[in-house]
């Protein structure tokens, strides 16, 4: 059974620092694509960073510079450092894996980040 459990949100104060972590069970994180995302009050849930398989990351535009997305194949964890937070920045983080057989990715249950101004 596959599991993605996300820790390390908290309240921060704009320009502040912090650290998230994605734990895998069922699943080796080192095979696959993996991502983080986020959906603010309101918005729809939005790409924001991805390492694929082979290592490389990829971020949207509106954290480039400010985030760094990591993972670590002997912990098989993931993990997105936040730099510059913006109260823009603030929502509910989630860990994303690959697609499951039923042709849906597997998704943690999130882990909240608020950033104060």
């Known amino acids: 059974q596959v599991q993605l459990v996300e820790s390390g949100g908290d309240v921060v104060q704009a320009g502040g620092s912090l650290g998230l972590s994605c734990a895998a069970s069922g699943l080796t994180v080192g095979l696959y694509a993996m991502a983080w995302y986020r959906q603010a009050p309101g918005k729809e849930r939005e790409l924001v960073a991805e390492?694929?398989?082979?290592?490389?990351?990829n971020y949207a535009e509106s954290v480039k510079g400010r985030f760094t997305i990591s993972r670590d194949n002997a912990k098989n964890a993931v993990y997105l450092h936040m730099n510059s937070l913006k109260p823009e920045d603030t929502a509910i983080y989630y860990c994303?894996?690959?697609?499951?057989?039923?042709?849906?990715?597997?998704w943690g249950r999130g882990t909240q980040v608020t950033v104060s101004s």
């Open positions: 994303r894996g690959p697609y499951s057989s039923s042709g849906r990715p597997y």
């Open positions: 390492i694929t398989s082979g290592g490389l990351p």
